[in-house]
């Protein structure tokens, strides 16, 4: 075996090695890796300079009352709707008493069977009722017993208010990804779990921030249920997620009367170049295109008492926060109430530190209390995080269980998902719009579009067939780069294969590759990098994961990455179509991984498509919604799309022409099982039926090291 390791490991070198040079070679152009990012930002400063424009047009309080009720209103269509109430079923488990206050430990039900950790702070010295502080834990993997926080409890107890402070879901007791082997949550901090669980809420068109924001509205609830509590006087602060929280109740909660948002309110024209949209429940649908920015949260509050806290380096840009404010003090002078809002920064870096928190008693006491306070914080000692558990284990996933953001996710996907539009519709344009207008496609999916105008950057001459290098205009300011092989012989005109693979279009072109195979059938191939991918694809960050950005900025100009990119491929196929050595009748498309999912959608788009293939990709959104654990979805998302349609409806759409699905994998990377594809692909499979080419849909295993032309000899068919 060590001999043979020995033989084996030069040769694996010298592929890699090979592919490396080849994928080199291969490169079209070496300026386009922000090319997409520019297009995107185009749109976003359109829409904060449009927003500007609309908001110093504001002049009287009739017209700030409308831009509230505007705010709203984009707000909860992209949360989706806020939920109904349902008994609360709170309950105290444990109390701890201590100098000048008692702790309650307390579970409530923000929905039913939708648990909710909590602390109450109450003070032991006093008149009831108390004033009383909704305390949002940031980002912290304990949550509301994390030491920074517990300071702010104890201290506005000690001040006289009661304090209900909450696990935000993912954190402290409330995992939602815990591994009951190991003892501890499968992620390694509380934004991937956030993230994980917001791919699969904007599917269904709601945000992870809707449960967030519904745990703070309960929590309200809860406040008002106490006797102890004065319901005129509840306030919420909260720093970086709690500062995001505290600012998303500002717009919901009209019971709120102060608030306290630390390290979180800037400017989106600040923040997207550096270091752009953040965590899950940070970016809504539309939002940018709505005309929405940071500043609507704070007006949405007017003139309710409103402090932001601010560290001037803080990732959050300071410029942004500090225009921000001065957009929002002027709404505030249209009120004549200027001194409800205020703002406080501080010289350091992001997080709740002591002058931020004394910042807020200062406020608070100001305001719900009628006292002028220094705010003085002093040294005392916080709890062990055990002590303040409200669940026997400390975590709700080996106590109380109950359910997830994943799992109401997953219930309202199933109950949305036999009602969607597409199920209604049966005329292929009507459906062809319904997914144009869901994926915001602004390629006309028409037979009328005009050919793009290539330009050529050289040819590469392999065995048999050469490689012309080309780039075309998608649309203005977007060139798309593409490989063409042509394969030597002459004569008539050739099938074509429009080639898409999310790992570029090189990943698949070298001596002996997947794309040299389909050369040597005497077809001609496009191997395309659409926008985000190869030669296209923006700089990766730290973690890697370049999708997620592109993907919300995307998201928040009212666009989607995949209708991007199937934009990208409906003009690769003009320009296939358009070459004087393709038979235009016979184009093709395939994909590979997240390219699969795209070979889909434009072979549904573009009906002159002669056959589409897809491999290694996912089989459904509803999968991906179902899945308890998810990867690199982030690229394919598109809000809402299950109220809509999903990958089988596409997969009809196809019928009667070809389409393969080969070697379909699971959200979390793993193979799917063949009978399950064919479960859900049961209604594609009888519309191919219903055409009289039952054949024509297969669902199929591509066994590991098979030649592609062994797999793909039927699908291909006659060659030139």
């Known amino acids: 075996m060590k001999t043979i390791r020995a033989c084996l490991l030069p040769v694996a070198l010298s592929l890699l090695v090979e592919v490396t040079v080849a994928q080199e070679l291969l490169r079209v152009r070496e300026d386009l890796t922000d090319e997409l990012n520019r297009y995107l930002t185009d749109y976003a400063r359109k829409a904060w300079e449009e927003r500007a424009r609309v908001v110093a047009r504001i002049a009287t309080a009739s017209e700030v009352a409308e831009r509230q009720q505007y705010i709203r209103e984009r707000i909860l269509e992209s949360l989706g709707g806020l939920p109904e109430r349902a008994p609360l079923n709170a309950r105290i488990t444990g109390t701890l008493v201590r100098d000048g206050y008692r702790v309650e430990k307390l579970i409530y039900e923000s929905l039913p069977g939708y648990y909710v950790t909590a602390n109450v702070y109450v003070p032991l010295q006093g008149t009831p009722p108390y004033p009383a502080l909704l305390g949002v834990a940031g980002h912290t993997a304990n949550g509301k017993a994390a030491a920074i926080y517990q300071r702010v409890w104890i201290s506005m107890a000690k001040r006289g208010f009661v304090v209900l402070a909450f696990d935000p879901q993912g954190q ?43 745990d703070g509205v309960r929590g309200v609830d809860y406040l008002i249920s106490r006797a102890d509590v004065d319901p005129k006087r509840i306030g919420v602060a909260g720093n970086s997620g709690g500062g995001t929280q505290t600012a998303y109740l500002a717009v919901v909660e009209p019971r709120l009367a102060a608030a306290a948002p630390s390290c979180y309110i800037t400017s989106w024209e600040k923040l997207w170049s550096g270091p752009g949209p953040q965590d899950g429940e940070q970016n809504f649908a539309g939002f940018l295109r709505d005309g929405l920015d940071f500043g609507d949260f704070l007006i949405a509050f007017a003139p309710r008492p409103l402090k932001m806290m601010t560290a001037i380096r803080d990732f959050f840009p300071i410029e942004g926060a500090r225009a921000t404010f001065a957009e929002a003090r002027r709404i505030y002078e249209i009120f004549g109430a200027a001194d409800y809002i205020d703002y406080f920064e501080y010289d350091d870096g992001h997080g709740w530190s002591k002058p931020r928190r004394e910042a807020t008693y200062r406020w608070m006491e100001k305001w719900l209390h009628n006292k002028e306070d220094e705010g003085v914080e002093p040294e005392f000692l916080t709890e062990p995080e055990s002590n303040l558990y409200a669940t ?5 996933a080996t106590s109380l269980k109950g359910e997830t953001v994943q799992t109401l996710n997953r219930k309202l996907a199933e109950r949305i998902y036999p009602l969607r539009s597409a199920t209604k519709i049966s005329a292929p344009a009507a459906l062809r719009s319904l997914v144009a207008a869901r994926i915001a ?7 009328f579009r005009s050919a793009p105008v290539a330009s050529k950057f050289g ?28 394969p030597s012989s002459v004569g008539l005109k050739k099938p074509a294969v429009l080639y898409v693979n999310e790992l570029g279009k090189a990943a698949d072109a070298g001596v002996g590759g997947d794309i040299e ?19 296209t694809a923006p700089q990766r960050g730290p973690d890697g994961d370049g999708d997620w950005q592109t993907s919300m900025r995307a998201m928040l100009v009212g666009k989607t990455l995949i209708g991007m990119q199937t934009g990208d ?22 994909g590979k991984r997240a390219g699969g999912v795209l070979a889909l959608y434009v072979a549904a788009m573009e009906p002159r498509f002669e056959a589409a293939a897809c491999e290694g990709s996912i089989l459904s959104y509803m999968d991906v919604a179902r899945a308890a654990i998810h990867e690199r ?9 299950l109220r809509d349609f999903d990958l089988p409806d596409l997969a009809m759409m196809i019928a009667p022409r070809k389409l393969w699905l080969i070697s379909p994998l699971t959200p979390s990377g793993a193979r799917a099982s063949l009978s399950n594809a064919e479960g859900e ?22 066994p590991e090291g098979w030649p592609f032309t062994t797999v793909y000899a039927e699908w291909l068919g006659k060659g030139s």
């Open 459 to 486: 040819e590469v001459g392999r065995d048999g067939y050469r490689i012309e290098k080309i780039t075309f205009e998608s649309e203005k300011g977007i060139q798309i780069p593409a490989l063409v092989f042509v």
């Open 517 to 535: 195979s389909l050369v040597r059938t005497g077809r001609i191939v496009m191997a395309v990098d659409p926008r985000g991918w190869g030669e």
């Open 441 to 447: 496609l602004t390629v006309s999916p028409s037979e």
């Open 172 to 214: 402290g007791e409330r995992s939602q990804y815990f591994d009951v082997e190991t003892g501890k949550p499968r992620f390694g901090g509380s934004t991937t779990e956030h993230t994980m669980a917001a791919i699969q809420c904007l599917l269904t068109g709601t945000n992870i921030a809707r449960y967030e924001i519904w």
């Open 633 to 641: 979805m982030a690229g394919l998302v598109v809000p809402g799309v």
């Open 681 to 702: 692909y049961a209604d594609a499979v009888a519309a191919f039926r219903a055409a009289k080419r039952p054949d024509n849909l297969r669902i199929i295993e591509r």
């Open 569 to 590: 491929l409906l003009r690769s196929f003009d320009y296939l179509a358009s070459r004087p050595d393709v038979d235009p009748a016979r184009i093709s498309v395939f």
């Open 392 to 396: 026997p284990t400390g975590q709700l």
